[in-house]
């Protein structure tokens, strides 16, 4: 599959790049997104909740009423998850929500998802680029020139570029990241994929094994 390369301008350009159809023209395989973004969802989940339970707060233990005779159940602490300010019945306690999936599911899930963008024409290719300076203003201009202003958008760059990545930082909706960190999720988070041609190398060595 050819794709024209566009510069900064939103302009096209003479070249040409081939997105090969292994990584994006590939059957998707839904299940395998599924799992990979609920592996890295849960990956980000902190799992310091806490609540305490009968046996970690303060409250007497003296009986309250006598066993027999009251024509209630039976009761022998405050501390009971019966009564109000008692510790809570099987709470939340701190854990790991991470779990392990295969490299070869997140590898097709990863191929599945580009190829869904690129059927639903949402990735564009632009030339290799860098700003002089950090700047804001540079990269909406970027996403403006590119008609993608309304648009969360993830731009793919083939190595580190702090000044491309901290151009966007303060943008809500737009993110970067380098070839070696793009995510299932991201791919399906974002509306329109924009690759630098560095990246389009990086991903096929990735991803094609």
Do not use: C, W
């Given at each position: 599959m050819q794709v024209e390369v566009l510069n900064i301008s939103g302009k096209k350009t003479a070249k040409k790049v081939e997105l090969a159809d292994v990584i994006f023209g590939a059957?998707?395989?839904?299940h395998s997104i599924y799992l990979d973004v609920k592996h890295y969802l849960a990956a980000q989940r902190q799992g310091t909740h806490k609540s305490k339970e009968r046996a970690e707060i303060s409250r007497t233990t003296k009986k309250l009423k006598k066993q027999k005779g009251t024509g209630g159940a039976r009761a022998g602490s405050m501390k009971s998850p019966l009564f109000i300010g008692g510790g809570r019945a099987f709470g939340p306690r701190p854990r790991d929500y991470s779990f392990k999936i295969n490299k070869k599911v997140k590898v097709l899930a990863r191929v599945s998802a580009l190829s869904y963008k690129a059927k639903e024409n949402a990735i564009t290719v632009l030339?290799?680029?860098t700003f002089e300076a950090p700047k804001t203003k540079n990269y909406v201009d970027l996403i403006s020139?590119?008609?993608?202003?309304?648009?969360?958008?993830?731009?793919?760059?083939?190595?580190?570029?702090?000044n491309v990545y901290l151009?966007?930082?303060?943008?809500?909706?737009?993110?970067?990241?380098?070839?070696?960190?793009?995510n299932t999720y991201d791919i399906v988070n974002a509306q329109s994929i924009i690759l630098v041609e560095s990246s389009v190398k990086v991903l096929e060595s990735l991803l094609n094994k």
């Amino acid at each position: 599959m050819q794709v024209e390369v566009l510069n900064i301008s939103g302009k096209k350009t003479a070249k040409k790049v081939e997105l090969a159809d292994v990584i994006f023209g590939a059957e998707p395989s839904d299940h395998s997104i599924y799992l990979d973004v609920k592996h890295y969802l849960a990956a980000q989940r902190q799992g310091t909740h806490k609540s305490k339970e009968r046996a970690e707060i303060s409250r007497t233990t003296k009986k309250l009423k006598k066993q027999k005779g009251t024509g209630g159940a039976r009761a022998g602490s405050m501390k009971s998850p019966l009564f109000i300010g008692g510790g809570r019945a099987f709470g939340p306690r701190p854990r790991d929500y991470s779990f392990k999936i295969n490299k070869k599911v997140k590898v097709l899930a990863r191929v599945s998802a580009l190829s869904y963008k690129a059927k639903e024409n949402a990735i564009t290719v632009l030339e290799d680029f860098t700003f002089e300076a950090p700047k804001t203003k540079n990269y909406v201009d970027l996403i403006s020139n590119l008609n993608l202003s309304d648009k969360k958008t993830i731009l793919v760059l083939g190595d580190t570029n702090n000044n491309v990545y901290l151009s966007s930082r303060n943008l809500q909706g737009a993110k970067v990241v380098k070839a070696t960190d793009l995510n299932t999720y991201d791919i399906v988070n974002a509306q329109s994929i924009i690759l630098v041609e560095s990246s389009v190398k990086v991903l096929e060595s990735l991803l094609n094994k």
